[in-house]
Nanobody, 118 residues
Framework: QVQLVESGGGLAQPGGSLRLSCTAS????????MRWYRQDPGKEREWVAR????????NYATAVKGRFTISRDNSENAVYLQMNSLKPEDTAVYYC???????????WGQGTQVTVSS
């Protein structure tokens, strides 16, 4: 079955950095657009970043643009989120998402907690 496993979350100070990883199994990773989302308790899940299947195009939410970088390694079935200049409002559970396109299933990981606090 399809599994997405996030890692790399933790506690960071404001202005600090963290690098999240998401490894996939059970799917043809190189055909999937990968996305990162985040969710704070009591709030809706929000989209953070997207990278196309070949890694050629990336997009970012306004709140993270210029601070976060999404990348992928199709040989490792992995997608990454480099988070720099972290702010307390970046605190959330971060989820990776795989989707091949319209009509295909949407897959989610279990999430990894990121806490930004001094």
């Amino acid at each position: 079955q399809v599994q997405l496993v996030e890692s790399g979350g933790g506690l960071a100070q404001p202005g600090g950095s963290l690098r999240l990883s998401c490894t996939a199994s059970g799917l043809t990773f190189s055909t999937n657009t990968m996305r990162w989302y985040r969710q704070d308790p009591g709030k809706e899940r929000e989209w953070v970043a997207r990278i196309t299947s070949d890694g050629g195009t990336t997009n970012y939410a306004t709140a993270v643009k210029g601070r976060f970088t999404i990348s992928r390694d199709n040989s490792e079935n992995a997608v990454y989120l480099q988070m720099n200049s972290l702010k307390p409002e970046d605190t959330a559970v971060y989820y990776c998402n795989a989707n091949r396109g319209f009509g295909y299933p949407n897959y989610w990981g279990q999430g990894t907690q990121v806490t930004v606090s001094s």
